[in-house]
């Protein structure tokens, strides 16, 4: 095979030469000489005549000359088969040798090696710096919205913190990246997966009698529960995060809560009661707050306004649902996160297609939707599919909105989502009833 040719090959090399190579196999297929240099403890000199050697043997050739020289394996496979050459005895030292001479080597920029330094940490059984590194990966991920991205290094940094002994900061750190874990969870609509984090986070906040933890944890549990369908739990998980923010002091915390108690209150009907705490909400995130988070995965002004904007159009108070419709949008494009411009296109989109103006809804809807699509993040599906098929029903597109509404409630069931599924599945049967189609909507 292809790779005994090779493996014969390694095996024929000069001692020197093939722990060089091995070194540099460990590094990847792409080897910083500044690195490889940390690592192997050669002269710049005996370094430099190696990499020679195995240029012309075949196995290594320049990447890149600037801004500093890095070589590469001429194919991966020549990479796979030096490394296998390893034993795990020798693999694991020289991987957590590689963390050091990063973290040595690239000080003053970390993030940038976030995602490498991880993967090293874990391989050389580095647990605190591999939990610590994978965090960072995390962070990197999720700002970039690729949310599954970001599940798998916080699912790693979980991993290895549980190898650590058990102290105070590990089960603090524990509870961040739990906390984390959350914010990527739900853009995914992973909502029933997120509720068994949280609770896992709660156990380890009353271990650790972390108070300020537990009101996150809580508030948190508020939007997880009422998401699938059980606002009692949401408004008592609500009460009792309340009852901490006078001990903790955490003013971030306490605007959360009550955004979050705003959309269980729209959810329950109670469109007055939000529009009364969402409305003080918006206006305390004004003048340089707009783009702050308060702990949701973008602005919370773009969230608070949604839940807002929703409750207005239910009351048809259109004129006011405009303006907010409009800030939000704006919000949302000065923050350039796909995630907030989908939420912003979706709000102005649902009040349009209630008040109604269905050009404009459509036009909202559709990009909401294409966002959607193009970067993954299935939370929001039914809720813009149900809005957008319904504003195709009544501009005359029976068959497209059908089609759409349908999916939304099918999306809906398959992940648990409740909170909106009574408002899907009378849309879908207004729309059969202008079809004509009455039996079919009465039954819905």
């Not at 500093?68 to 020549?78: K, L, N």
Request: hydrophobic share 45%.
């Amino acid at each position: 095979t292809v790779q005994s040719v090779l493996a014969a090959r390694v095996d024929g090399l000069p001692a020197k030469d093939k722990l060089l190579l091995q070194a540099a196999s460990v590094i990847g297929p792409t080897v910083s000489i500044d690195l490889l240099r940390m690592v192997s403890d050669e002269s710049a000199e005996a370094l430099m005549a190696g990499v020679m050697r195995l240029r012309e043997a075949g196995f290594l050739c320049v990447s890149r000359l600037y801004p500093e020289m890095e070589y590469a394996f001429t194919h991966v496979i020549s990479c796979d088969v030096a490394y296998g050459s390893l034993l795990q005895g020798q693999r694991c030292p020289l991987h957590a040798r590689i963390v050091s001479a990063m973290e040595s080597h690239y000080a003053e920029r970390l993030p940038e090696h976030a995602e490498t330094l991880a993967r090293h940490a874990i391989q050389g059984e580095l647990w605190g710096q591999a939990a610590a590194h994978s965090h960072a990966a995390a962070v990197k991920a999720a700002a970039r919205s690729a949310y599954r991205d970001a599940v798998a290094h916080l699912e790693e940094a979980l991993a290895a913190l549980a190898r650590l002994p058990e102290t105070d900061d590990r089960l603090a750190h524990a509870i961040d990246l739990r906390l984390a874990l959350r914010s990527s969870l739900f853009p995914l609509g992973q909502i029933t997966r997120d509720l068994d984090n949280l609770k896992e986070a709660e156990i380890l906040a009353l271990r650790l009698r972390d108070r300020r933890r537990l009101g996150w944890i809580l508030a948190y549990m508020i939007r997880d529960f009422s998401i699938l369908g059980m606002p009692d739990q949401s408004i008592e998980q609500g009460q009792r995060a309340l009852a901490l923010v006078p001990e903790v002091g955490d003013l971030e915390l306490e605007m959360l809560i009550n955004g979050y108690l705003g959309s269980v209150c729209f959810a329950r009907g109670d469109y007055r009661q939000a529009v009364d705490l969402l409305g003080k909400g918006v206006e305390v995130l004004r003048d340089g707050l707009e783009l702050r988070r308060f702990g949701l995965p973008g602005p919370a002004s773009v969230f608070f306004r949604l839940w807002l904007i929703s409750s207005l159009t239910r009351l048809g108070r259109f004129d006011e649902a405009e303006v907010q419709s409009q800030e939000g949008l704006r919000v949302a494009r000065q923050a350039e996160q796909p995630l907030v411009l989908m939420v912003a296109h979706y709000a102005a989109g649902f009040h349009l297609a209630h008040r109604p103006d269905l050009q404009r809804a459509i036009a909202e809807l559709e990009r909401s939707l294409d966002l959607c699509r193009t970067w993954k993040l299935p939370a929001w599906y039914s809720n813009i599919a149900s809005i957008l098929g319904y504003a195709y029903a009544h501009a005359g597109r029976t068959d497209e909105g059908e089609a759409l509404m349908r999916q939304a409630i099918e999306a809906s069931r398959a992940g648990g989502s409740m909170v909106n599924h009574a408002s899907e599945v009378t849309r879908l049967g207004e729309a059969l009833l202008l079809a004509g189609r009455v039996e079919e909507a009465a039954a819905l």
